[in-house]
């Protein structure tokens, strides 16, 4: 068994009785899908992007159907799931692959990570998540965790070192590793033997017996290895007040023999308030266009009526027209782009 292996077994288990049940997730989302989830994911809660994903996908199922839509319509979907300019990036993504690949979503990295606005990690989950291959997938969450129960230490945030690229692709479990495999996909057994395991760790028993068998394809071990142990993170082994006493690997967990040292410590800068910076501002302007009829535009005057700041207000809009989030019409109104 390799390095990882028992504890992979376990997870496996938990992961079967405790995912949360998300659309994308288990085989229900084209790859298309898989992509759109992780943009719309990144800096922002799973609980609300799921509606926004599901609205979404409704109405633009494929890179096709996005490519062609109005980038208006695509800028109010868009919502409030903040930093709208992912919304435009993500449509001119489709635009290359309803182009380029046939509105086939490329089943390779290298070709993922070419797309506009797709970096390390989302062409990394899209390869694990979407199309089953044995890669290993870093972002926080996974960092966090493989740091703490690996390493004993705490994961300080930014960019991911060579120290933790290279833990996570030693962890990664070997695809010929069945028994992990065979847990997976037992169904009822795998949610079975995982509420046992669950007793023992004093883990919830309403989420465990909320949990219904799923039917499930066969995924791979590395497959499921990525899947849980970024579950794990999200919902169990949190940064700053991790769910031990639930947590289904705490008996490995070097971080907690250890006393949990330096929990919660952060190397990156403080998050920044909200109110009263750029980001506010943008976010109304975009806001009082989404709220308008189709075709509509906002006058100056109600420009103007939106923030008492106007030097910071003025600059707010030249970055959002510089975005191409709005347009900027000759009297000084503005309207979402055509």
Not at 98 to 122: N, Q, R, S, W
Request: hydrophobic fraction near 40%; proline fraction near 6%.
């Amino acid at each position: 068994m390799t390095e990882s292996g028992d504890i992979a077994l376990r997870l496996a288990a938990w992961w079967e009785a405790n995912a949360r049940d998300l659309p994308w997730r288990f085989g229900r989302a084209t790859p298309w899908g898989v992509l759109v989830s992780e943009v719309m994911s990144q800096q922002t809660q799973m609980s609300r992007v799921v509606p926004y994903w599901t609205t979404w996908m409704g109405r633009w199922p494929d890179a096709r159907s996005l490519a062609s839509a109005p980038k208006a319509d695509v800028i109010t979907a868009w919502g409030r799931l903040g930093y709208p300019r992912r919304a435009l990036r993500l449509q001119e993504c489709a635009r290359v692959v309803a182009d380029d690949y046939a509105d086939e979503l490329p089943h390779d990295y290298d070709a993922l990570v070419a797309l506009p606005g797709i970096g390390d990690y989302t062409a990394s989950a899209v390869m694990s998540f979407a199309f089953g291959e044995r890669i290993a997938v870093i972002d926080t969450n996974i960092r966090r965790v493989l740091s703490r129960v690996f390493l004993g230490v705490e994961s300080r945030g930014g960019a991911a070192s060579p120290v933790e690229r290279a833990l996570a692709n030693r962890l990664l479990p070997d695809d010929g590793f069945t028994d992990m495999a065979d847990m997976v996909v037992r169904g009822s057994g795998a949610v079975e033997d995982a509420g046992d395991a669950g007793d023992a760790k004093g883990m919830n028993n309403k989420a465990r017996s909320g949990r219904r068998p799923r039917a499930r394809r066969r995924e791979r071990p590395s497959v499921v290895w990525n899947q849980s142990v970024m579950e794990l993170g999200a919902v169990v082994c949190t940064a700053k007040s991790p769910l031990c006493e639930a947590c289904p690997i705490a008996d490995d967990c070097a971080f907690l023999k250890a006393g949990r040292p330096g929990l919660g410590e952060r190397r990156t800068r403080p998050r920044q308030r909200f109110q009263g910076t750029d980001r506010q501002v943008r976010g109304m302007v975009l806001e009082a266009l989404r709220a308008l009829p189709a075709n509509a535009v906002l006058a100056r005057n109600e420009v103007a009526g939106l923030w008492k700041d106007h030097v910071q207000l003025d600059a707010c809009i030249a970055s959002l027209d510089d975005d191409g989030l709005v347009e900027m019409l000759p009297d000084g109104s503005l309207r979402l782009p055509r």
